[in-house]
């Protein structure tokens, strides 16, 4: 114990190519202002090093989850995802995380918040045994299913395997996810909620053509040759470019204007949080190891590889004829269900597979459905026990 602190119990766990702090909501304050004032200070927030917490100082790591059993029909637990400030005394829940994602099956099943009968997985792997874990995702408002690997004695979740994923060192467990009813993910109006495959909005005095697309997280796509780019910059390149951050931030300022999320594009940043995600888009590589480059921001940086709602949605948005992703990638076989993204860091490939037998087109975008939208993660709990906050904090009396 820590005098003047308050411990609260938690697991740091990383999910795919991000980390977070896992704590089940019975252990936190009510969702209100004190829940935000304490979950923002154990990571540190607002701080650009975020030293005297668990932050991290990077997008990939500045997040928590938070997770309970769900008395909802047809589901295991409730998972709300928490994207916290890092120089910036936010916290956000309006969206989900991919990469986090695929540890709250693991997370729920070893901390004894599953619900009801055993069902079987659907394994990635043969060799290993799996459990189904059905996931409300409370910013998204979407269900998306995990098939975790476990122990067939315990029945507790596995970490250790062979499946490798970029962005990460050795190798793990595979984790299914499957996120095919995640369509409508931040407006709950389909697949293009502005009801077409191109808008055009004004950049710097000329106007650029992008594609809006809702699914798993509302994302807007842009040729990365209309702010400077040539798409295959390092994450580190982009976030020192202050030019190509400024065009970026008015690209997605613009597009949330465009969806309602703020009032003004210029305040996007207060009014909008981090939706939608802006990628930044262009050609496969020569050597066909992709099909297409892709370049994430969030919260104004480039993500250090991809994010896996982001993989999601460019992985749906390719299969929507005449969008900025499908024009680029021009993949249109599509009995080809493999959809691979080339980020900073390596290839991440995404299951996609249509109802239909052709493109979605614009006029009948908002029926289209998915018969599988999936892609493969890993997950590793690092450490658990106690996080602690300043009692202060706790009790509601001070903010840093």
């Known amino acids: 114990m820590s005098f003047g602190q308050t411990a ?67 589901v295991d637990v409730d998972y709300t995802f928490c994207q916290v400030g890092i120089d910036t005394d936010t916290i956000e829940y309006g969206g989900n995380c991919g990469n986090i994602s695929a540890a709250v099956g693991p997370f729920a099943i070893d901390e ?99 594609t809006i697309c809702d699914v798993a997280n509302i994302c807007v796509f842009a040729a990365a040759a209309d702010v400077g780019l040539k798409g295959t910059e390092t994450a580190q390149e982009i976030n020192e470019d202050t030019a190509v951050i400024t065009k970026c931030k008015e ?3 613009r597009a949330a204007q465009l969806l309602g999320m703020c009032d003004d594009w210029k305040l996007a940043d207060e009014q909008a949080g981090a939706l939608p995600l802006l990628v930044l888009v262009s050609a496969p590589p020569a050597s066909g190891d992709a099909d ?20 999601i949605c460019t992985a749906a948005c390719s299969r929507i004829s005449g969008t900025v992703v499908a024009r680029t990638s021009q993949r249109t076989k599509l009995e080809d269900h493999s959809f691979r993204i080339l980020h900073p860091l390596g290839v991440m490939p995404v299951q996609v597979e249509l109802e239909g037998d052709e493109m979605i087109r614009e006029k009948n975008s908002a029926g289209a459905r998915f018969r599988v939208l999936a892609f493969v993660r890993t997950a590793r709990r690092i450490m658990d026990g106690n996080v602690y906050v300043p009692t202060s904090v706790w009790n509601g009396h001070d903010g840093m």
Request: proline fraction near 5%; hydrophobic fraction near 35%; aromatic fraction near 4%.
């Open 251 to 253: 690209i997605r300022g």
């Open 292 to 311: 297409i480059t892709s370049r994430l921001l969030l919260h104004n940086r480039c993500h250090d590889s991809m994010a896996g709602t982001g993989a």
């Open 8 to 74: 609260i119990s938690c697991a740091y766990i990383r999910g795919g190519s991000s980390k977070a702090t896992f704590f089940k909501s019975s252990d936190l304050p009510s969702p209100a202002a004190l829940r935000d004032k304490v979950l923002k200070r154990v990571n540190g927030t607002p701080d650009p090093i975020q030293i005297d917490g668990m932050g991290g100082s990077r997008v990939v790591t500045s997040k928590i989850a938070v997770i309970s059993t769900s008395e909802r029909e047809g």
């Open 112 to 210: 004894g918040l599953m619900k009801g009968e055993f069902r079987e997985g659907v394994g990635a792997d043969p060799t290993l045994a799996t459990r189904e874990v059905r996931i409300y995702n409370t910013g998204t408002r979407k269900v998306l299913v995990s098939h975790v690997p476990i122990d067939r004695e315990t029945g507790k979740s596995v970490s250790e395997g062979t499946f490798a994923i970029a962005a990460v060192p050795g190798s793990g467990a595979p984790i299914l996810m499957d996120y095919r009813d995640t369509v409508g993910a931040a407006k709950q109006s389909g697949l293009l909620p502005t009801g077409n495959a191109v808008d055009e909005i004004p950049l710097g005095g000329k106007s650029v053509q992008v």
